[in-house]
């Protein structure tokens, strides 16, 4: 089993940078993806940002120029670092991965989700 956690989540500024932060543990074998998704209220969960094992990273488009997704393999961290946040940033923000697990049965994960809210 793989369980996920996240930290970071809190209220910013509008204009301000802020980072969250997830990190994998249990019986991992390898990570596919390692991805962000958001929730606004009333909106459907959409992707924000998702980096691959061989690092090609792909960004929304509401988000790119903003964001990054820094990772650190090694640790099966991932991390999301967001500057110019705006009040459309508001949003739950959940980890998500999909991998092979160690006994190599594929894998996806949900994280609990983080509340991150811009002030404007």
């Known amino acids: 089993q793989v369980q996920l956690v996240e930290s970071g989540g809190g209220l910013v500024p509008s204009g301000g940078s802020h980072r969250l932060s997830c990190v994998a543990s249990?019986?991992?074998?390898?990570?596919?993806?390692m991805s962000w998704y958001r929730q606004a209220p009333g909106k459907q969960r959409e992707l924000v940002a998702k980096?691959?094992?061989?690092?090609?990273?792909t960004y929304s488009d509401s988000v790119k120029g903003r964001f990054t997704i820094p990772r650190d393999s090694a640790k099966y961290t991932v991390e999301l670092q967001m500057n110019r946040l705006r009040p459309e940033d508001t949003a739950v923000y959940y980890c998500?991965?999909?991998?092979?697990?160690?006994?190599?049965?594929?894998?996806?994960?949900w994280g609990p989700g983080t509340q991150v809210t811009v002030s404007s």
């Open positions: 998500y991965v999909e991998g092979l697990d160690s006994g190599l049965y594929d894998f996806e994960q």
């Open positions: 249990g019986r991992i074998g390898s990570l596919h993806f």
């Open positions: 980096i691959a094992n061989d690092g090609t990273i």
